[in-house]
Each structure stands twice: as structure tokens, then as C-alpha cells.
């Protein structure tokens, strides 16, 4: 795992969504692929170059973290298959702004803590001789 000082050193966008909503480096092109405007997954797959079952896996984090959606599309014979569509990027951004803002005054708390001697972790530590 990257320290945060690493990465604020190295930060671009992919890796700040990878870091944000817990995503890997092919869940970020499956979204460049769907922000291209690739819709089925065996475009995503050869835009990608990766197999069917990996774009799906990838599909299913972006569904999950807000940052695609799928529909429901109806087949002349009978059934269905799915289209994906990315979010936009503007939900995105409010949503990792939302995190870091969150992210911001979580450290501040924490290190007030750790100022006053108040944090639950240092009172382990004050017992150790």
C-alpha cells in the first residue's frame, strides 16, 4: 500500500479513483472506454483488450461505486441484454470532493487527538514499560 505521500507525489486521475472508490487500473479504462462512448461489453473487451468475464468484473465496481449504470435493452425474439453508460463526470467529481472533504476533517479530528493525548491507539502505548 502507497503512503498518502506517495501518492499526492505521483496523483493523476486514474489513480485517484483507483484510490477513491477502491477501483484497479483496468476498472479505469472500462470507464475511459465507457466515457469514449462504448456501450456493450464486447466493445469494452476489444477496446480494452481484455476478456469478457474482466470487463464485467470491472463493470460491476463501477456499478457499485456510482460510477456507471446499466439498461435493460429488449432483443427481437424474445430476452434482453444490457448497455452501460458511465456516469458523468461531474457526479464524479462531487463525489470525490464529497470523500476528500470527509477525508480532510476525519485527519484533522484525528490529529487533535493525537495532540491531546486522547487518541484510543496512544492509550496502549502509555502502558508499555
Known amino acids: 500500500m502507497k503512503s498518502i505521500k506517495e501518492m499526492v507525489?505521483?496523483?493523476?486521475?486514474?489513480?485517484m479513483l483507483e484510490c477513491i472508490f477502491g477501483?484497479?487500473?483496468a476498472d479505469v479504462r472500462v470507464y475511459e472506454a465507457l466515457l469514449q462512448g462504448m456501450e456493450r461489453v464486447e466493445e469494452i473487451s476489444e477496446v480494452v483488450g481484455k476478456g469478457e468475464s474482466a470487463v464485467y468484473k470491472s463493470l460491476q465496481r463501477l456499478l457499485i461505486a456510482g460510477m456507471a449504470y446499466?439498461?435493460?435493452?429488449?432483443?427481437q425474439g424474445?430476452?434482453?441484454?444490457f448497455i452501460y453508460k458511465p456516469a458523468p463526470k461531474e457526479k464524479v467529481a462531487e463525489e470525490?470532493?464529497?470523500?476528500?472533504q470527509e477525508l480532510c476533517v476525519r485527519v484533522?479530528?484525528?490529529?487533535?487527538?493525537?495532540?491531546?493525548?486522547?487518541?484510543?491507539?496512544?492509550?496502549?502505548?502509555?502502558?508499555?514499560?
Open 23 to 25: 477501483l484497479t487500473p
Open 96 to 100: 470525490v470532493d464529497r470523500v476528500i
Open 78 to 81: 424474445g430476452g434482453y441484454y
Open 70 to 75: 446499466r439498461i435493460k435493452m429488449p432483443l
Open 108 to 129: 484533522k479530528k484525528t490529529l487533535e487527538e493525537f495532540l491531546n493525548d486522547s487518541s484510543p491507539w496512544l492509550s496502549g502505548l502509555r502502558n508499555v514499560q
Open 9 to 15: 507525489s505521483t496523483l493523476n486521475c486514474g489513480n
